[in-house]
């Protein structure tokens, strides 16, 4: 998706389908799906109705899929059962990216619902590597990997932006480049939030996610730094369109993802967003 496709998508909801499918609402460049809402319960298994519905949207509308609850920074390595089923929703669905993040969500107990950052170190770096492998080697094509938002210091033996360097040396895969997770780790961490994206792996980026973030003060004491939360459910904030027009300056056009997974508006209201970010890499256009 370089060059004249780089355009700016939004994140589809089933809300959004009929609308979609209909014609009854402006369409944006592309869509990009959680892949675990539209899987199915096992490879090769009839299309259920939602799945369906995007079969036909994938027609005419390219879709990109964006991967929540495969774990790839789990020590105990990719859910066998979970990776067949994504593998099997590429096959139907032939999506112009595919990507996950650089965090963990499983243990031996099972699924946790939230994605929680892997620690900077070597050891945790080997282990998210082989298992952007093993993805890569099941998909038969490169992952694009998403720094995810943090909020307290973890234990490091070094940054995010040369973990993530590292990661792609390593593996091959691209980097998902999320601003807004730039903003709310950067503010939560007490660092700049223009020197981290400086220093992130530019030239690997192959999407660029925005989104809104909730401000949380703390109850106990108004006078402290309010704590930023990723939550997906507000408009995009003005820094993080700030940052997105620096990563674009570096990076040239690509594809940026509007996400929006709470408190949806309507859909108008996502369309005037997308249609900001894609004056933004209008911009960047040689």
Known sequence: MAGTSATAGIGL???????????????PGWVEIHAETFMASRPGAGSHPRLRDLERLRADLPVSIHGVGLSPGSVGGIDADHLARLA??????????VSEHAAWCRTPAGWIDDLL???????????????????????RRPLLIENPSTYLPLRAEMDEPAFLADLVRRTGCGLLLDVNNIVVSAHNLGRDAGAWLAAMPL?????????GHAVEPDPDDPAAPALLIDDHGHPVADPVWDLLDRALA????VPVLLERDTDLP???ALVAEAARADRAIDRVRP
């Open 88 to 97: 099997d929703l590429v096959d139907r669905l032939e999506p112009v990216l």
């Open 203 to 211: 030239a690997a980026v192959g999407e660029i996610h925005i989104a």
């Open 13 to 27: 909801r089933p809300p959004h389908l009929p609308g979609l499918l209909a014609g009854e609402v402006a369409r």
């Open 117 to 139: 950052p892997v620690p900077m170190t070597v050891g945790a770096l080997r282990i998210l590597a082989d298992n952007v492998c093993r993805i890569q080697d099941v998909l």
């Open 266 to 268: 309507p859909w108008a």
């Open 250 to 253: 570096v990076t040239g056009p």
